[in-house]
C-alpha cells in the first residue's frame, strides 16, 4: 500500500515519530501541500492522510487507487465524504485525541481574561512595579469564576470536560446541545441557545460547523449577550460572522478569546486582528506534545484497523 501524509507538518514537526506508519506501507510524507499540488502527490495512492489539504470530489476522480482517506483530526469538512462514499473509499477521523488539551486552553483563555497575566507581566518587566509606591497594582479589574455562569454550546467530549473544569472552580454551567438533555451531573443544566447566551457570563464553543452552526454567534445572537460577557471559541471559526463580532468587541459590548478564525491563517484585513477586546492565539488548543502524540497514535490504528478489513472510526 502507497501512503501518502499531505501536510504532516503541524501534527508533527519534528518531535514525534513517523516509524509506526512507514511499518504498515510505503509511506511519503509531505509537511506542506498546496491545493494545486494535492493530486500530483495523491494520484496513485492507496492512503492518504490529510489534516488541511482538502480532497474534494475532483481530488477523487483523479485518484484511481484510493481507498482510505484518514483525516488527521476530529472534524472532516476537508473531505467530500459523498464522492467518498461513491467511489467505497473509506473515510476515518480522529476522535477525543484531545479533550483535555483544549479544556485546559478555553480556561487558559478565559484565566487570562480575568487576571490578564501578560498585561501585568509586562508592566512589572518595562520597571512598573519598582516604581510603585505600594507592595502591588492592577491595570486592569480582575475577577474571580466562583459564581459565574459559564455556557457551554455543544457537549462531545471536550464540552464534557470544560464542564468539570467549570465546577472545580465553583461556576454554575449551562449547556446547549441541539436536542434537550437531562440526566446530566450536578450543576449542569441544558438551556436553549437563546437563554444560554443570555444568562452566561461567559460562552464556550464546542459544536462542530454544519448548516446549522455556520455563523450562529451573528449581529442578533450577539444582541443577547450580557453587557461584558467574555466568548471562547476553540471549535471552528465558521461558528462566528466575524464581521459582526468585530462591531460588538469595538462597541465594548463584550470581549473574546478565540484559538480559531474563519480562514487560516487569517487574511490580514479579518476585522478581528485589530478589534479590541480581544485575545486570539494561532488555533493550538489541540497541539499540547501528549495531545499529538495521542492524535498520532489513533491516526495509525485506523489505517492498521483498515487494512486488517475492520476500519474504526469511519465517518458517513
Same mark, same amino acid.
Given at each position: 500500500?502507497?501512503?501518502?501524509? &499531505?501536510?504532516? #507538518?503541524? &501534527?508533527?514537526p519534528?518531535?514525534l515519530?513517523?516509524?509506526? &506508519?512507514?511499518?504498515?506501507? /510505503?509511506?511519503?510524507?509531505?509537511?506542506?501541500?498546496?491545493?494545486?499540488?494535492?493530486?500530483?502527490? =495523491? !494520484?496513485?495512492?492507496?492512503?492518504?492522510?490529510?489534516?488541511?489539504?482538502?480532497?474534494?470530489?475532483?481530488?477523487i476522480?483523479?485518484?484511481?487507487?484510493?481507498?482510505?482517506?484518514? *483525516?488527521?483530526?476530529?472534524?472532516?469538512? +476537508?473531505?467530500?465524504?459523498?464522492?467518498?462514499?461513491?467511489?467505497?473509499?473509506?473515510?476515518?477521523?480522529?476522535p477525543?485525541?484531545?479533550?483535555?488539551?483544549?479544556?485546559?486552553?478555553?480556561?487558559?483563555?478565559?484565566?487570562?481574561?480575568?487576571?490578564?497575566?501578560?498585561? #501585568?507581566?509586562k508592566?512589572?518587566?518595562?520597571?512598573?512595579? =519598582?516604581? =510603585?509606591?505600594?507592595?502591588?497594582?492592577?491595570?486592569?479589574?480582575?475577577?474571580s &469564576?466562583?459564581?459565574?455562569?459559564?455556557?457551554?454550546?455543544?457537549?462531545?467530549?471536550?464540552?464534557?470536560?470544560?464542564?468539570?473544569?467549570?465546577? %472545580?472552580?465553583?461556576?454554575?454551567?449551562l449547556?446547549?446541545?441541539?436536542?434537550? !438533555?437531562?440526566?446530566?451531573p450536578?450543576? *449542569?443544566q441544558?438551556?436553549?441557545? $437563546?437563554?444560554?447566551? =443570555?444568562?452566561?457570563?461567559? +460562552?464556550?464553543?464546542?459544536?462542530?460547523?454544519?448548516?446549522?452552526?455556520?455563523?450562529?454567534?451573528?449581529?442578533?445572537?450577539?444582541?443577547?449577550?450580557?453587557? $461584558?460577557?467574555l466568548? *471562547?471559541?476553540?471549535?471552528?471559526?465558521?461558528?462566528?460572522? /466575524?464581521?459582526?463580532?468585530a462591531?460588538?468587541?469595538?462597541?465594548?459590548?463584550?470581549?473574546?478569546?478565540?484559538?480559531?478564525?474563519?480562514s487560516?491563517?487569517?487574511?490580514?484585513?479579518?476585522?478581528?486582528?485589530?478589534?479590541?477586546?480581544?485575545?486570539?492565539?494561532?488555533?493550538?488548543?489541540?497541539?499540547?506534545?501528549?495531545?499529538?502524540?495521542?492524535?498520532?497514535?489513533? %491516526?495509525?490504528d485506523?489505517?492498521?484497523?483498515?487494512?486488517? $478489513?475492520?476500519?474504526?472510526?469511519q465517518?458517513t
Amino acid at each position: 500500500m502507497k501512503i501518502v501524509v &499531505l501536510d504532516g #507538518h503541524t &501534527l508533527n514537526p519534528g518531535d514525534l515519530d513517523w516509524s509506526s &506508519l512507514a511499518a504498515l506501507g /510505503e509511506l511519503s510524507v509531505y509537511e506542506h501541500t498546496m491545493a494545486a499540488d494535492i493530486i500530483s502527490r =495523491s !494520484k496513485d495512492a492507496d492512503i492518504i492522510l490529510t489534516n488541511k489539504a482538502v480532497i474534494n470530489a475532483e481530488v477523487i476522480s483523479q485518484c484511481p487507487q484510493l481507498k482510505y482517506i484518514g *483525516v488527521t483530526a476530529t472534524g472532516t469538512n +476537508v473531505v467530500d465524504i459523498a464522492a467518498a462514499s461513491a467511489q467505497q473509499i473509506v473515510v476515518t477521523n480522529v476522535p477525543a485525541y484531545g479533550p483535555d488539551a483544549v479544556a485546559q486552553m478555553v480556561f487558559a483563555l478565559i484565566l487570562q481574561h480575568t487576571q490578564q497575566v501578560d498585561l #501585568h507581566d509586562k508592566a512589572v518587566k518595562k520597571g512598573q512595579w =519598582s516604581q =510603585s509606591r505600594d507592595f502591588c497594582f492592577t491595570l486592569s479589574p480582575l475577577a474571580s &469564576l466562583k459564581g459565574k455562569t459559564i455556557g457551554i454550546v455543544g457537549y462531545g467530549d471536550i464540552g464534557q470536560q470544560v464542564a468539570r473544569l467549570a465546577l %472545580a472552580f465553583n461556576m454554575n454551567v449551562l449547556i446547549n446541545t441541539s436536542t434537550p !438533555k437531562t440526566d446530566l451531573p450536578a450543576g *449542569v443544566q441544558w438551556q436553549t441557545l $437563546n437563554k444560554l447566551l =443570555s444568562q452566561s457570563d461567559i +460562552v464556550s464553543l464546542h459544536c462542530p460547523l454544519n448548516q446549522a452552526t455556520d455563523k450562529m454567534i451573528n449581529a442578533q445572537s450577539l444582541e443577547l449577550f450580557k453587557p $461584558n460577557a467574555l466568548l *471562547v471559541n476553540t471549535a471552528r471559526g465558521g461558528l462566528v460572522d /466575524e464581521v459582526a463580532l468585530a462591531d460588538a468587541l469595538n462597541d465594548n459590548r463584550l470581549s473574546a478569546a478565540l484559538d480559531v478564525l474563519s480562514s487560516e491563517p487569517p487574511m490580514a484585513d479579518n476585522p478581528l486582528l485589530a478589534a479590541k477586546n480581544t485575545i486570539i492565539t494561532p488555533h493550538i488548543a489541540w497541539a499540547t506534545t501528549e495531545a499529538r502524540q495521542n492524535l498520532l497514535n489513533i %491516526a495509525v490504528d485506523n489505517v492498521a484497523q483498515f487494512l486488517k $478489513n475492520s476500519p474504526c472510526n469511519q465517518v458517513t
